[in-house]
């Protein structure tokens, strides 16, 4: 079979080898940085992750250490009151076939480099940073960073959101910066107070600005992130900040909210970066996937979840004849373009419309939420939540409830 490059060992790089290697095919993995290895904080996955994930052959290890958290709760950051919740109950997983959970990064991702070293058709490679790319008729040609060269029948760029690949092969400058600032920490449970030690995703929405909180780390830690709409021009990533600067820009929290934000300690900044939705992800023997592809703001929790949907469909689709290639890229592409446009407009939308709105705006979002039942909530989710990503294209697994 063909050796097929991959660009970026990060969570979509090596959901993407281990799905293309189960399909007879030989994977290299170029990974630029010294080590694999996954950072950030908490990550929210929904059940068209785990059902990726099932195909995988990993669901069970990252289910085994995930929270399985009992509510999505929305929650106004200014009085304190409660807006709207979707239950994970039961009902939930009936209907989508599988649990909404939260992970630390490193427990999604330590199963997939598990997965990747003990399958003898994977190699993974440190160091290895792509530059860019030429290509004939019968394969590919990469430039890493060293000066080095290496040949495959193909390129998957899964090199994330500044990715090379597709600086060159799309070409459309740096990432847009959405003017939102984010702050993270996490802290051990033991310094929450129990009466705050809730099992949901809460999210506290206001003006300009929110704040989520959930366990991860099967309960050991608290996940904290505080986003403000301050109209960041500048790319920022990791950079520490004093903790009396994170509580300074969120001044006007009600009571709860306040006290999970002052237990925050080595707080860490970023600005949050996208780009618009793209045509084109192909050119000739390569292709984009995850990040590299459609990188999308948090607000959704559907960027991680979408990259392994890309990995599934991918293998299914990239078949085992190497003149083929072309087109069967050409034809994730199509599969893949509209759900991942929407998915990343959507997620723009949700950070103004629902977490940031003020005003009118907000009391339309209160009354407008506060009205639905578990099941309408469950009804305006099932488009995100309840797809089976496959060769057939994307697949709802929809129950009665």
């Not at 500048?234 to 929290?253: C, K």
């Amino acid at each position: 079979m063909a050796q097929i490059l991959v660009a970026g060992g990060g969570i979509g790089g090596l959901a993407t080898a281990m799905s293309v290697a189960r399909q007879g095919h030989r994977v290299l993995v170029l990974e630029g940085r010294s080590d694999f290895a996954e950072l950030g904080a908490g990550i929210q996955l929904a059940p068209n992750a785990f059902h990726a994930l099932d195909r995988l052959g990993v669901g069970d290890s990252v289910r085994a250490r995930a929270v399985h958290i009992d509510e999505l709760s929305l929650m106004d950051g200014t009085t304190g009151a409660r807006i709207a919740g979707l239950p994970l109950d039961d009902a939930y997983r009936r209907r989508f076939g599988n649990p909404y959970a939260v992970v630390r990064r490193v427990d999604l991702y330590a199963p997939l480099l598990q997965a990747c070293r003990a399958s003898s058709a994977v190699r993974l490679r440190t160091r290895a940073r792509v530059l860019r790319y030429t290509q004939d008729d019968s394969g590919v040609t990469v430039e890493l960073a060293s000066g080095e060269r290496v040949r495959g029948a193909a390129l998957i760029g899964a090199d994330g959101i500044r990715s090379a690949v597709r600086g060159q092969l799309v070409g459309d400058g740096r990432p847009r910066v959405s003017g939102h600032t984010i702050y993270r920490s996490v802290i051990p449970m033991e310094a929450v107070p129990e009466e705050l030690r809730w099992n949901t995703v809460t999210l506290w929405a206001g003006p300009d600005r929110h704040f989520v909180h959930y366990p991860i780390g099967n309960g050991r830690f608290l996940n904290l992130a505080a986003t403000r709409d301050d109209g960041a021009t500048e790319e920022v990533t990791g950079t520490p900040v004093p903790r009396e600067r994170v509580l300074a820009a969120f001044p006007r929290l009600s009571e709860t909210p306040r006290r999970l934000l002052g237990l925050g300690e080595g707080w860490r900044s970023w600005v949050l970066c996208d780009r618009d939705p793209v045509r084109r992800w192909t050119d000739g023997r390569v292709v984009l996937v995850g990040d590299a592809a459609h990188p999308m703001l948090q607000y959704a929790a559907q960027g991680a979840c979408q990259t392994l949907e890309d990995a599934v469909v991918l293998g299914d689709l990239i078949g085992t004849e190497e003149a083929a290639f072309e087109r069967r890229f050409e034809e994730f592409a199509d599969e893949r373009l509209d759900r991942t446009a929407a998915a990343q407009l959507a997620a723009r939308a949700m950070g103004s419309r629902i977490f940031h709105a003020s005003g009118e705006a907000a009391r339309r979002r209160d009354a407008e939420l506060a009205a639905l039942s578990a099941r309408d909530l469950r009804d305006r989710v099932e488009w995100l939540h309840g797809v089976r990503a496959g060769a057939q294209g994307a697949r709802p697994a929809y129950a009665a409830g």
